[in-house]
């Protein structure tokens, strides 16, 4: 067999990510200011007709309101807005309404919308003439793992006979939050640029060998392209702890905190290094992220670095990095591969200690930037909780094969994540009031 055809295997097994590879830098930065959702409902409205039934449509755009940082972190994921409702009554009379909404996400679950507006009822066609009123209601939607919303509302009429307020309770769905899509975090600290999270590209650089496990090509595939991500998540890191430890220089921080922030780069080359020749094995073809250079310093002054800074030290540290560790720690328990199993300790032992400088650089933040750091940090960590990263996808394949390679069931990697929030949410209180 020559060396081309020996090597066609591997490189078909790695078709499942050569579109990734092929991609260019790619920005997950989204505009986060504005969301637009449309929705269906049935309906039943008591009042006027003894009971109606309504079929409806609903359109809400929403303006909104920016988080702490605006661009750097998701938005606070409250807003305002118009909104038009069409309903179609008893197959006999249309309703239209149009007004405000304005609400937010209770949890990363659940959100709650109130709506004001106009409203005319065309004449039903026996006896009830046509009407305009006022509508009000109330929507409470559930987001996950559809958006599905629960209604209430009335409308008072201000116009014609008879004056008889109608009371409406819905169900429906609606294509997208109201509210927007929660933006998720990366696996580990993330790199973060004027226009937000960037992961840096993949290269497929040529054949490799390929690793001699008894995988099918589906599940080799994906296996090697979920290691990928992760080296690319690895990578990013990289060019962010570049940036942490020259923005603490620029502070005022103490040295041994630079110290540690490049001491935590030099482990995210590591590993990057390790999840590349994990990926390239598994895909038999030479795969490696693309360096990216830190981002440009931003900060208008010391004050406004201090505010970034604890921000991202509690969202790409202590939450990021923390459930980066927790993650590694439970793919362990599930690993059978031993290349697998030295790269997720090494990861899980380093991960723990880059949240733990997450920590550090966060007390020093609140110690360093008074109220407004406070106050800052409260906001993040009172809010709802933000998804868990996007690359804890669950791995098409073989479920076995795919645990034993270290990657976890997406109900575990997502436990993971909640453990970190819940524990990390409880330490940060905790710390705001000392501080
Ligand atoms: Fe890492
Ligand atoms: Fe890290």
Redesign the pocket.
């Known amino acids: 067999m020559s060396s081309c055809s020996r090597a066609l295997p591997p490189t078909l097994a790695a078709l499942g990510v050569v579109a990734l590879v092929s991609l260019p830098g790619q920005a997950r930065a989204e505009d986060d200011s504005f969301a637009m959702s449309v929705g269906v409902s049935l309906s039943v409205s008591f009042g006027q007709k003894l009971v109606a039934f309504g079929l409806g449509a609903d359109l809400r755009a929403t303006f909104l309101m920016e988080g702490s940082v605006p661009g750097a972190f998701d938005s606070g994921h409250m807003g305002f807005g118009p909104f038009a409702q069409a309903t179609w009554l008893n197959f006999s009379a249309g309703r239209f309404a149009i007004g405000t909404h304005g609400g937010g996400d209770l949890s990363r679950d659940a959100s709650i919308d109130g709506e004001l507006g106009w409203m005319y009822r065309t004449p039903y066609r026996d006896l009830l003439p046509g009407q305009h009123g006022l509508h009000v209601g109330v929507m409470a939607s559930l987001l996950d793992p559809a958006v599905v919303d629960f209604s209430a509302g009335a409308a008072i009429p201000l116009s014609g006979e008879p004056f008889a307020p109608e009371g409406m309770l819905g169900v429906g769905v609606h294509a997208a939050p109201i509210f927007g899509e929660r933006s998720t975090a990366i696996d580990?600290?993330p790199l973060r640029t004027a226009d937000g999270v960037v992961l840096p590209p993949a290269l497929g650089l040529g054949p490799a060998a390929s690793r001699p496990a008894r995988l099918d090509r589906a599940t080799r595939a994906a296996l090697a392209g979920a290691w990928l991500d992760s080296a690319r998540a690895?990578c990013g890191?990289i060019p962010a702890?570049l940036a942490l430890a020259r923005d603490l220089a620029a502070v005022g921080a103490p040295a041994s905190l630079v110290a540690r922030a490049l001491g935590?780069l030099g482990?995210?080359v590591r590993?990057t290094a390790r999840c590349s020749e994990i990926a390239s094995e598994l895909a038999g073809w030479r795969l490696r992220p693309a360096l990216l250079p830190p981002p440009a310093a931003r900060d208008a002054d010391r004050q406004a670095a201090l505010v970034r800074m604890a921000l991202e030290a509690w969202h790409d540290?202590c939450l990021?990095?923390g459930a980066?560790a927790a993650r590694a720690r439970r793919s362990l328990a599930g690993a059978k591969d031993a290349g697998v199993r030295a790269v997720l300790g090494e990861?899980a032992r380093?991960?723990a200690?880059?949240?733990e400088l997450g920590w550090r650089v966060l007390a020093y933040c609140l110690a360093e930037g008074g109220r407004e750091v406070r106050e800052a940090v409260g906001d993040a960590m009172t809010g709802p909780a933000p998804a868990p990263p996007a690359d804890d996808a669950e791995v098409e394949g073989e479920r076995k094969e795919v645990q034993a390679f270290g990657r976890l069931p997406r109900a575990e990697a997502d436990a993971a994540w909640d453990e970190t929030w819940a524990a990390a949410r409880r330490d940060g209180e905790r710390m705001l009031v000392a501080a």
């Open positions: 580990g600290r690895e890191s702890f935590a482990d995210e590993h540290g990021g990095e980066a990861i380093d991960e200690l880059h949240a």
